[in-house]
């Protein structure tokens, strides 16, 4: 009977490997998942901004708009190493987590065929006690039921065998497995985070190196015209005698305004449109070279 | 006139200064901050991997226990990292982009300032054209409406410098601002990635280190016991004889199972209630070291 209790015990511990695995497992798989997800959600967001730096950086002056330039190529290929992050965790990850789905259902399948022999054997185990009780002089049929009882006693020791096998075998590879996924798991962060800090890093170089200066220069530039009291009592005093300079200057301002604005709103809508393309391009071209 | 034009111009390039402004800082923040709150999201994705990892890691023999449990511990600081990060996106990123909103605002208040009083110089310069059309002769009148002129336009010219300087302070500021702030958004992410990156590599050395072939025997030897024929066959037929060995035995194994069950169901709970103390705990802890 000693047999019958330990290998109880035994399957019991079979069963929560099983029963473990399952629910692990799926967490596991959930949870990846879900990161991935995220993570692939962080890259959306991060090229969004490099849009926008690029829309941005083309209302700027040069310095600032090269190096904004800079780095938004930059963080795009940061986001071009998360969509790869993104992709092998999907492969080497969440899928070999997701397969083990349908092994621990088979290994299920096994432990249920042992729990019918196993019964088989009580069953006959007991009925030889009630045969025992009512018929203790019977020695024939005792004798059938205690064939019965080591027949089916044959069984389980078979079934249980053969499952302490598969069982073993599933652990094994169920633990190499795990070390496999999650070595990967962390050798996919590493990969990441190392690109991602050599770029990062060339980026901030690159930005600190920006002349604002020069740029602050071309601003005055632009916004500076002469205007002190001076000029504006001696433009006066020319231009006042004659009505038809007013009238053509009055007219000029207008048409000078409204093409202004066409010719800002044109090129902004323009430049747009082209960070647009170059950025599909841009992205397309590094998931290709990616892929290969 | 050409003082009219050019003034026109200028404050057409500070318009547009203060407009970009708000559409990209406006979209910066908006990006930024949604950036910042996905990283958080993939903190607590990370964060419920590490609390299933220590969950599983207590359901599997020492070395692949020890093994993830090191591993759970270096996916947390990874995590605090992480918290970090956001932190610090949110008080050196976000919330300075955030603050441009008023600074935009005095700015556009300071423009529309400006149009009033160059309004004024126009309407003036109007009133002396028609003036000069309908009593050329009346030179009180005209000397009169030329005063209001020169008076409106040394008004416009003075405006216009005070503007010139306020957007020439505001454009330096802004250039050395978004210096500053994505000089911080990539510092902030340089930081974390070098981080990440020692951290996973430690990580990554310690699962290689885990020697799986122990637990593997750890394991055979609870799930393995003597089954062959012989012993099973020597063992009946001492017990065979023995009607009370049988019942005893029998209900021996009702209650072994059920013992058992409770004991296994038990320590499952405790085991992963101990879990989440230490696991809070833990994240307390380091967060608290964080936060001083």
């Known amino acids: 009977m000693n047999i019958v209790l330990s290998r109880d015990a035994q399957v019991k511990i079979m069963e ?9 497992f799926g967490q596991f798989c959930s949870v990846l998942a879900s990161y991935t997800r995220k993570t692939a959600k962080l890259r959306d967001k991060a090229d969004e901004l490099v849009k926008y730096l690029i829309d ?38 969440v899928n070999p987590m997701k397969s083990y789905g349908s092994l621990i259902k088979d290994k299920r399948a096994e432990i249920k065929k042992f729990n019918s ?6 069953k006959e185990l007991e009925k030889l006690e009630k045969l025992r009780h009512r018929a203790p002089s019977d020695r024939h049929i005792i004798s ?8 089916a006693s044959v069984d389980a020791a078979r ?29 996919v962060e590493m990969i990441f985070h190392a690109r991602s800090l050599e770029v990062f890093t060339n980026a901030f170089q690159n930005l600190q ?40 200057s009055s007219m000029s301002v207008q048409s000078t305004l409204q093409r202004h604005q066409e010719v800002e ?28």
Chains 1, 2 share one sequence.
């Open 265 to 292: 709103e044109d090129s902004f809508e323009e430049s747009e449109e082209e960070d647009d393309d170059d950025y599909e391009d841009h992205r397309r071209a590094e998931y290709a070279t990616l892929r290969k």
């Open 56 to 93: 941005f950086a083309n209302t700027e002056n040069p310095e600032l708009r090269t190096a904004l330039k800079n780095m938004a190529d930059e963080l795009a290929k940061i986001q071009d190493y998360r969509h790869a992050q993104v992709e092998r965790l999907e492969t080497k990850v």
């Open 16 to 24: 929560m490997t099983v029963s473990n695995a399952e629910k692990y």
């Open 209 to 248: 190196e920006c002349d604002l200066g020069k740029d602050i220069e071309d601003f005055r530039s632009k916004i500076h015209i002469k205007t002190s009291n001076e000029d504006v009592r001696s433009l006066q005093a020319t231009n006042l005698s004659s009505n038809a300079t007013w009238q053509a």
């Open 144 to 151: 059938q039921a205690e064939s019965s009882v080591q027949k």
């Open 159 to 187: 079934t249980t065998h053969q499952l302490e096998e598969t069982i073993d075998h599933f652990q094994m590879q169920k633990i190499k497995d795990i070390q496999k996924m999650f070595s990967d798991f962390l050798t």
């Open 117 to 122: 022999v196993r019964n088989r054997e009580i």
